[in-house]
């Protein structure tokens, strides 16, 4: 789902790393190092097939779904992104962490549609606000809110085809990004596809269900996603799709930026199951409005360098996001 699968990793993983820097596996190994890149050097992605597979056809009259943004077409959004996280050590629970809640603005603009219907469209993010929840830790807060402001005025090239499939495209990141975000861009620049809002070849009615299927890469660990749309309702090119998203990791080491390999991180379970609705104008290249909850749990492993001795931790996060027209 386009960008909205994108913040939620990524703002994670931003939550995630903020976490780990105060346990004393972090102490150990650092996760954070410096790492340089120019602003004019981006990140040019390729994109990774994904399958879609029509499961049920809908009723009534059929119609075949596409987007046809015009040129020029611009949209402006808020995404709100809010998570919660509880954490086991060594199977002791380490108290709930009150992340900040974000909203980033996000701009999208439509450059140009070729004959075969690809849009080519610039997006940017204008605005990244961190708001702090009562009793949040001041730390957790400025730290998160330092490193998304990087993200502030970061953009981004891309060509989707009309079923809504990114085809290729660029970010172009900031050089003092975080180095764990910006492995994240880097891997999810590799899998595109996943941040799109795949519609089916076929011609649908109301009730028509369809499934995608497609490996993901992110902040070292490989996933497999499949997501379940259901086409509510269609009207003057407004479509209205019930979601659902699952993820599955199978055991496998973790491999980050600043971590050396004696530090070693086995991610034994990973499982996350999502659910929401989304309203697309198909005369526009982005979400119109969304809303998704996603529920996560994870089982890891880590060895501290130097040593042989593992420890182990257990988590569970839930996620809401939130699209609307700004």
Known sequence: MKTVLLASLLLSFVGWGEVLSETTIAQAAPLFTAQ?????????PTTTPIQVKLLDPGTGDRQVLRFKPAVGTRQVSLMTFEQA??????????????LPIVNTT???????????????????????????????????VEATRSQLKKLQNTRGNFVMNSRGQIQSGRFELPDNLDPLMR??????????????????????????????????????????????????SF???????????NQAAAPQSIGLPGIPASARIQLKKLQTEGQGRSVLDLTKPFVLQSTLSMQSASQMSFRNPGSNQETAMTTQATVQIKFQPK
């Open 36 to 44: 340089q890149r120019s602003t004019t050097d981006p990140v040019t």
């Open 235 to 245: 009207d003057n090119n407004t479509a209205t799709l019930n979601i659902q998203v």
């Open 106 to 140: 996000i701009e999208v603009v439509v450059t140009k549609v070729e004959e075969n219907g690809d849009i080519h469209y610039q997006f940017t993010y204008p605005e990244v606000e961190v708001v702090a929840k009562p009793g949040a830790p001041s730390t957790l």
């Open 85 to 98: 996280m509880t954490i086991s050590m060594m199977g002791q629970p380490i108290p709930a962490l009150d």
């Open 183 to 232: 492995q994240t861009f880097e891997q999810l620049s590799q899998s595109l596809n996943q941040l799109s809002f795949p519609l089916p070849e076929e011609a649908v009615g109301i009730g028509a269900k369809w499934q995608t299927t497609a490996p993901i890469a992110i902040a070292g660990m490989s996933l497999t996603q499949t997501g379940t749309y259901e086409l509510v």
